[in-house]
């Protein structure tokens, strides 16, 4: 177990989210608000912390969440900001990715789930 937090990618940089990680080790670090200058970082920071995690709505450049489920795997990725943005696009983006529907599952519930350490739906 451990605390849960959330960090918006444009409200800080990359440098204080790998000090953060690195201080903080039992953290569960969520990155929110992501796009696409945001993937050339994402990469080794999430090979190199066990406990960051990426929020997908924001990463909707083409094959991304498909590459970041094959480099780093699908476990760091959870679906959300629901409520700031219209939901469409972050529906298809998981629904239509090129990766595999146990895959899309864990994005979609069972990898918040985990971070909460309970279940969300029956």
């Known amino acids: 177990t451990g605390t849960l937090a959330l960090m918006d990618a444009d409200q800080s940089d990359w440098e204080t989210v790998h000090a953060v ?3 903080h080790p039992g ?3 969520v990155i929110t608000n992501l796009y696409y200058r945001h993937a050339r970082y994402i990469f080794p920071l999430l090979r190199q912390h066990p406990r960051l995690y990426l929020e997908t709505s924001g990463l909707k450049s083409f094959c991304l969440l498909q ?3 094959e480099k780093v795997g699908a476990e760091k990725l959870l679906f959300g900001n629901l409520g700031t943005f219209s939901p469409g696009s972050a529906v298809c983006l998981v629904s239509y ?3 595999s529907e146990n ?3 864990a ?3 069972r ?3 985990a ?3 309970r279940k969300l739906v029956d």
């Open 97 to 99: 990715a090129c990766i």
């Open 107 to 109: 994005i979609a519930a």
């Open 67 to 69: 590459t970041l489920c």
């Open 103 to 105: 895959e899309k599952e």
């Open 111 to 113: 990898n918040l789930e």
């Open 21 to 23: 990680c690195c201080e």
């Open 115 to 117: 971070l909460l350490e």
């Open 27 to 29: 953290l569960k670090l």
